[in-house]
């Protein structure tokens, strides 16, 4: 009987123990999913407040000038503009191994190679969208190239430029922007299929080739239509 009764004991004990384990494994993954919920609702709210729109697989940052050649510009005022890539340009370029900058006091022409991108053995040139001085580079993309990929609207910005003329005010802007933008995003995906072989889409989000994969004349290809790197040495460039 008493050996009866511990073992009683043993499996009620057993049980509870079982009961509260269920109760704490339940309450963790009630904390989980709330936690879970308020990150992705912090990180919505923070796109929403940073002005970025997802478009076609791609973010898009409103306030903003967009130029051919997938840079943006932004005003700073009197005649400062800041350049950056935007987000189709930053996924041409993966892996990012080495950004050469203008040099401050550089001349540069609306459409004349203003910045080089290394990806590997890949080059990208990039052309600037204004024309005008240069007047300040940003020294922790160079530093950090991966800035371009982990913030380009911000901190992965390029060079600043003292603005020649407000041309750059025709470029499309606001809703003209967004647009562009949309047409863009589908048009890499048309060309990716159409001229490279390749699927564009992965979940809904836009996905490039890495350069890697490309034949040379596929990477001039893709580079000269979306970023409109032209041949030849860059100028401008330090």
């Not at 890949?122 to 300040?136: L, M």
């Not at 910005?157 to 603005?163: P, Q, R, Y």
């Not at 047409?183 to 995906?189: C, N, T």
Request: glycine share 10%; aromatic share 10%; proline share 5%.
């Amino acid at each position: 009987m008493v050996t009866l009764e511990s073992i009683g004991v043993l499996v009620v004990g057993l049980l509870i123990r079982f009961g509260i384990l269920l109760l704490v494994l339940a309450v963790l993954a009630v904390i989980f999913f709330i936690g879970l919920g308020l990150v992705r609702g912090f990180g919505a709210a923070w796109q929403t407040l940073a002005g970025l729109s997802a478009i076609e697989g791609l973010w898009w940052r409103r306030g903003l000038y967009y130029a051919p050649g997938h840079t943006w510009v932004r005003w700073q005022g009197a005649r400062a503009l800041r350049v950056g890539l935007d987000d189709l340009a930053q996924r041409l370029l993966p892996s990012v191994s080495a950004v050469t900058l203008p040099a401050p006091g550089a001349r540069l022409g609306e459409g004349q190679v203003a910045s080089e991108i290394m990806c590997g053995e890949k080059r990208a040139r990039i052309v600037s969208p204004v024309e005008g001085t240069v007047t300040a580079v940003n020294p922790e993309v160079a530093k950090d190239p991966s800035l371009i990929h982990r913030d380009p609207y911000r901190r992965g910005w390029l060079f600043t430029v003292d603005a020649a003329d407000t041309r750059y005010t025709r470029l499309p802007y606001g809703n003209e922007a967004r647009n562009w933008f949309r047409d863009e995003a589908v048009r890499l995906a048309h060309f990716l299929e159409r001229e490279l072989g390749v699927a564009a889409a992965d979940g809904g989000e836009l996905l490039a080739p890495g350069p890697a994969f490309l034949r040379s004349e596929q990477w001039d290809a893709l580079t000269s239509e979306f970023l409109k790197s032209p041949a030849g040495e860059p100028r401008g460039a330090k």
